[in-house]
């Protein structure tokens, strides 16, 4: 069974301030993703990693896959108010799409003036 | 272009009620994926369906049900409805079964459901 962890749940921080979320997954993976949500809201998509050493930027938010590890992080330099949000990671089984996406608990991101 | 369109929005059912909730996918697309989210936890994997056919179910109880029309839209049945049924129901969308890279899922809104 493939279980996705994400490290911290929680996560106050200061504007201006560097940190990262991680990401760990227990099976081989084709696709990992990292999500953002808003409180009530659905689910917006921000990167979708395919191969190991993958990076992609949008901003201040960068994301890497280490496929050899299972292990992604998400990166968020000199943080602003605006980024405040839940972020998941979800894990795309190798072979799969019929099993559907499986995502971590989220990290819940506050960040404050 | 539309996106991925569900109703309704929000919903609000007593216990042991039965429940339908609506999915739209975008355009072309064949498959449809629902997904659950208990408020504080990530989405959790209910059904795929394309082509009509089931093609996934996840580790949800026999009182969860869904089918795929021929226009591809979706419905999810709920039975029996349970205070811990009480979730954001997500809804998403691709071209065909997501296997491959590319193939991406692309989520609704959302429906909230709350049982009382």
């Known amino acids: 069974e493939l279980k996705v962890e994400q490290n911290p749940l929680f996560l106050s921080m200061q504007e201006g301030k560097n940190y990262t979320i991680y990401c760990n997954y227990s099976?081989?993976?084709?696709?990992l993703y990292w999500y953002r949500q808003d409180p009530g809201k659905s689910l917006e998509s921000l990167f979708v990693?395919?191969?190991?050493?993958a990076v992609k930027q949008e901003g201040r938010l960068m994301a890497s896959l280490d496929t050899k590890a299972r292990l992604s992080t998400l990166h968020i330099t000199a943080a602003v108010h605006d980024l405040s949000a839940t972020y998941f990671c979800?894990?795309?089984?190798?072979?799969?799409?019929?099993?559907?996406?499986?995502f971590g608990k989220g990290t819940h991101l506050i960040i404050q003036p | 272009d539309a996106g991925v369109t569900q109703s309704p929005t929000h919903l609000i059912k007593t216990r042991g009620q039965h429940v339908t909730l609506r999915c739209s996918p975008i355009?072309?697309?064949?498959?449809v994926s629902w997904y659950q989210q208990v408020l504080g936890q990530g989405p959790q994997f209910i059904f795929q369906y394309y082509e009509k056919e089931e093609r996934g179910r996840g580790n949800f109880p026999d009182r969860f049900s869904a089918r795929q029309f021929p226009n591809y839209s979706s419905e999810l049945n709920v039975n029996a409805l349970l205070l811990g049924d009480s979730a954001l129901y997500l809804c998403?969308?691709?071209?065909?079964?997501?296997?491959?890279?590319?193939?991406?899922?692309?989520f609704g809104p959302g429906t909230r459901l709350t049982v009382t």
């Open positions: 998403a969308s691709s071209l065909h079964l997501g296997q491959f890279p590319g193939d991406e899922q692309y």
């Open positions: 990693l395919l191969s190991n050493g």
């Open positions: 979800a894990v795309m089984q190798s072979g799969g799409g019929a099993d559907g996406l499986t």
């Open positions: 355009s072309g697309h064949k498959s």
């Open positions: 099976t081989t993976s084709d696709r």
